[in-house]
């Protein structure tokens, strides 16, 4: 019987890897976006919306671009930047600041989103009062990582230490070497503050894109790293005996919320050598063909409580 795993990352890559983009700047709107669209890698960008009160709105709304482009995606960096005094400001700030980008994305209240903790300022809450205010509001703190995946100018901050495209590929390299995730971060691109150069960028999203297209790198926004993760972990792959004809049967038991933890799951399965395809057939959907290269069919399952499926 064929053994089948579910996948580390997303479509069985070796690394994942997800791009922030802090301040809602204007060079990120400007530059950023229209970059990763035109490659179709997602980025995460995390705005203050009480940055865009008055005659600024117009310069929020623009952000509402997201709900026709799914690699855009808006995150939580509180209402006002200027830091939290304890735990009933946090979730003021958390609150006020969903409910902003709320209009402006059109997500439902119970969908997650991504949060980063602002920087240099004040931040008087332990990790079990910030822990129980994420929980409340519905947002997720993103990865934490070293200086080294900090962008910018070289010399302005000694916490920013990505300087060139070089500097952040060395970062996916880590990434891929080890197996595991990584996070860059970006304020201004060509422009704004701790701005790092536009055509550096350009660099590392062509080779981002390089990467990808060889099935090396995942690259998505944050939320859905996190609920990949998530689900990866919770998920359980039981195997049942295959019907006649069948090459494997299984069943996988999601752990996680459907309506919440949505991140379709990669599966990974071995074919005997000389089949270039397989078909899977998941209980309840038409059957899908799948190829198989390298004695390996790679395949996505949409979460459900549980769903049963079998390979021929
Ligand atoms: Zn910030």
Redesign the pocket.
Known sequence: MPAIRIARWKNDARAAVSLYY??GTDSAFEMVVPSLLRRRIPGTF?L?CGWFEGDKAPKLARWSLCREHPEIVLGN?TWS?CGVQGPEDLADQLARNAEGLRAVTGLPPRALVAF?I???VPWKVTPVEQDACFAAAGVVLRHVFPPENAGGPPGLHKDVRMHTAADAVAALDRAEASGDREALLF?GVGGDWIAFPAAEHERLLAEIDRRRAEGRLWPDAEIALHKYETERDAARLSPRPAPEGALAAAELSFGTDPAVYDEPLTLVAAVPDGRDSVVLEVAGAAPRRVPAVDGRAVFDLAPAASLSFLLR
Do not use: T
Request: with cysteine; net charge negative.
């Open positions: 802090d301040d995390f203050c960096h930047h980063g602002p920087g240099g304020h």
